[in-house]
């Protein structure tokens, strides 16, 4: 296991592939951008340009070109599906987890740590309507919005990357300093409705959304038992 003590410049990166959500890393990589002391560096597969949201992202670092970072970020997205599939982007992770000091994830992020067999044993945390897929993998579904398990720090669903991210900088720095950037975005989250959650959501509202998500949800569910067997021995 990477020695856990920080160094004078931490060095984030976000593996991202065709399909992300793109909140699951503009999102944390907002926060991470403002603190003076951490080096982010988004990047993908030969470094093409990723489709997410409608929004396009080029420029980005080649993923096999990186060379380590202390703290590798993966979110989610639709494109989870496909990433979980690919043995080039899995190879990758598994790399660059081999040097870093943290693994984290954000939302269904935490599905592509799973297949790349870094979750085993350990609870993450997962969008809500896609945690129990995590279990093929041997991994523990916990529905915190953020979870610790060693040095690894998963984010439930996509807006629970801020907070991720700020409980990151907290446990990188110190708790003022995760304060500060909290501040300085104003983030002082007051949402209009109670509905960010299946629990508290309206019945109605609860049950279109989980219509609307379990159109992919085969299609996943076939993609995780499938990178799952991929995992166990021969």
Do not use: N
């Not at 959500?21 to 990047?43: E, I, K, N, W």
């Not at 990758?92 to 269904?108: F, K, M, N, P, Q």
């Not at 044993?121 to 093929?136: D, K, N, V, Y």
């Amino acid at each position: 296991m990477p020695d856990t003590a920080i160094p004078e410049t931490v060095t984030v990166v976000f593996p991202l592939f065709e399909g992300v959500t793109q909140l699951d890393f503009t999102g944390p990589h907002q926060l991470f951008s403002r603190v003076p002391g951490l080096r982010v560096t988004a990047a993908s597969l030969g470094g093409r340009p990723i489709e997410a949201d409608g929004l396009r992202f080029d420029g980005l670092a080649d993923l096999a070109r990186v060379g380590r970072c202390d703290l590798l970020c993966v979110p989610g997205g639709y494109g989870t599906t496909a990433a979980i599939g690919d043995a080039a982007y899995l190879a990758e992770i598994r790399r660059l987890a081999a040097g870093a000091r943290w693994l984290t994830s954000v939302c269904t992020g935490s599905l592509v740590l799973a297949a790349a067999g870094l979750l085993k044993g350990r609870r993450a945390a997962c969008h809500w309507a896609w945690r129990e897929l995590l279990r093929p993998f041997g991994a523990i579904p916990d529905d915190g919005r953020v979870v610790r398990d060693g040095r690894i720090i998963t984010g439930g669903g996509v807006t629970a990357g801020l907070d991720f991210a700020l409980a990151v900088v907290a446990e990188l720095f110190d708790r003022p300093t995760a304060e500060a950037v909290q501040l300085a975005l104003e983030y002082a989250p007051a949402p209009p409705f109670e509905a960010g959650r299946p629990e508290t959501a309206p019945a109605a509202v609860a049950a279109l959304v989980r219509a609307r998500l379990d159109a992919g949800l085969a299609e996943r569910r076939a993609a995780v038992e499938a990178a799952a067997r991929q995992l166990q021995p021969a």
